[in-house]
């Protein structure tokens, strides 16, 4: 992988980024209360006594968002902590009724890990894991609602988040991109997050510093709650550059917390940035100490579904396909199993041909995803067996497959109402190849004094004569017995 620098007057700057990922828990309540957690509820719906921080109200863990945490970690290769405790991690915010966010801050529930990114160079890149930690949402302040007053929607208040912070190891904003993508993979493989950065239900803190080879670290900067893959990578350039442009105009980069703005492209200063002393941790009196037992954690270990790495590794081993074919299809867990529904007995190469190419950009063509699209896998798997059988042709299959995406009929009853079966009467064939061959006695004497490319002018034309129903491979023994 060459190594993504910025060029100054200077000369060469490496840039050095570290993201902190906040995953909004798979769970039908929220980490201390059993209130709902459902997007898109009418606001202030879902909002418990604990949750609006009414005096006295007591959390209680909900032991389904540790065992996501724990599931996650074991899913990122981590160490999985048997004792984590609680803190109270004090600010003050209009959303945040509490006056404080109870998260984890020395002892989390999850240690050091690893994610083993794909580049598009071919070359693989492990990316450490500090720790992952739980910690409840705030809610949210819509300051649109109104000409002077902020409304407050708390249905968000008391969620469970996971944050995974990485170590400072990407390097560019390709290898952000690809972790990013890696990790929401992950989590959506695992059911531990649906990764749905659109509705905020994955975010990223993106850290930012430069420094010339073979410095120490300089000081970063925090880009808050970037909410898709391409800001987080465009962020990283703006800010990188900004830093640069500072650094060598004699002054220094603040530590502060900035946010992205895509309209301009550039980032924009929020505050300074606090560092842990200034949150006044301490363990919050409401809540023991977690203890998680061996033979609960071997128990999630072994509910584990089959995780991307290992799938692609299968995928290459087991059906032969390309590390590139591989990588695509496991993407997402939803096209992994579209895939082996489609190959399974038939050629998986010709499955994975047909699903990159034509389907995928069937799927693009009418902004469909898998679960919507209308052919289904065992239509599609239909569809190569009609070929395989010599029922229709190549050329025919991409007709009928563009009728089964305008209809989503079975192909079978598509080439019967089209009338697209594939002509193997030999008979038909010498008696189109014989036409084509007396209308052309110009073009059959070139090709005999040695003009071969003339070959492919003879198939198509043949194909023509039999609107594309002659079996490619009888029409191509006939012309060359014919033409010899």
């Known amino acids: 992988m060459s190594a993504y620098a910025i060029e100054g007057s200077t000369g060469l700057w490496e840039v050095v980024v ?68 609680f803190d109270r991690k004090n600010y003050f915010y209009a959303d945040m009724p509490q006056g404080y966010q109870i998260s984890q801050y020395e002892h989390p529930v999850v240690g050091t890990g690893v994610v083993e990114v794909e580049l598009s160079d071919g070359s693989t890149k492990e990316i450490g894991v ?46 952000s991109g690809a972790y990013l993508r890696k990790l929401r993979s ?51 350039e703006a800010e990188a550059a900004r830093q640069v442009e500072v650094w060598e105009s004699g002054g220094t980069v603040k530590q502060e917390t900035r946010l992205f703005d895509s309209g301009r492209g550039i980032t924009r200063p929020m505050r300074s940035k606090e560092d842990a002393h200034d949150y006044r941790y301490f363990p919050d009196p409401d809540l023991l100490p977690l203890v998680l037992e061996e033979n609960w954690i071997a128990a999630l270990r072994a509910s584990l579904p089959e995780l991307p790495d290992a799938k692609r590794a299968r995928f290459r081993s087991e059906y032969g396909l390309t590390p590139y074919d591989a990588a695509v299809l496991v993407a997402e867990k939803a096209t992994a199993d579209f895939f082996e529904t489609v190959a399974k007995g038939r050629d998986a190469k010709i499955a994975a041909n047909w699903i990159t190419g034509d389907f995928f950009a069937a799927l693009n063509r009418l902004g469909a995803t898998i679960e919507t699209s209308p052919v289904s896998a065992a239509n599609l798997g239909a569809l190569l067996d009609l070929m395989a059988d010599n029922t229709i042709n190549g050329r025919i299959a991409k007709d009928v497959f563009e009728a089964m995406v305008e209809t989503g009929k079975a192909p079978a009853d598509i080439v019967e109402e089209k009338g697209l079966k594939q002509v193997t009467d030999t008979g038909a064939i010498d008696a189109a190849v014989d036409k084509i061959l007396a209308d052309n006695p110009d073009k059959v004497a070139e090709y005999r004094s040695g003009k071969d490319k003339l070959f492919g002018f003879f198939v198509g034309q043949t194909m023509k004569a039999m609107a594309g129903k002659g079996n490619p491979a009888l029409i191509n023994e006939t012309l060359k017995r014919r033409l010899a």
């Open 18 to 85: 570290g993201l902190e990922v906040h995953a909004q828990v798979i769970s039908q309540s929220k980490l201390f209360s059993g209130s709902a957690t459902a997007f898109g509820a009418e606001p202030n719906s879902q909002v418990s006594f604990v949750d609006a921080g009414f005096p006295g109200m007591l959390p209680v863990i909900n032991r389904e968002c540790v065992a996501q945490a724990v599931r996650t970690g074991l899913g990122l290769n981590a160490v999985i902590h048997k004792v984590s405790r």
């Open 130 to 175: 500090t720790r992952l930690h739980l910690e409840q949402d705030a809610g949210k302040s819509l300051h649109d609602q109104h000409a002077t007053k902020t409304f407050v929607d708390l249905n968000r208040s008391g969620v469970a988040l996971m944050e995974i912070v990485s170590e400072p190891d990407i390097r560019s904003p390709e290898e």
């Open 186 to 236: 992950i989590l959506r493989y695992l059911g531990t997050c649906d990764g749905n950065m659109e509705e905020g239900s994955m975010r990223a803190d993106v850290n930012v510093s430069v420094r010339k080879a073979g410095e120490p670290y300089r000081t970063r900067c925090e880009i808050k709650n970037v909410n898709s893959v391409r800001f987080v990578m465009l962020a990283i």
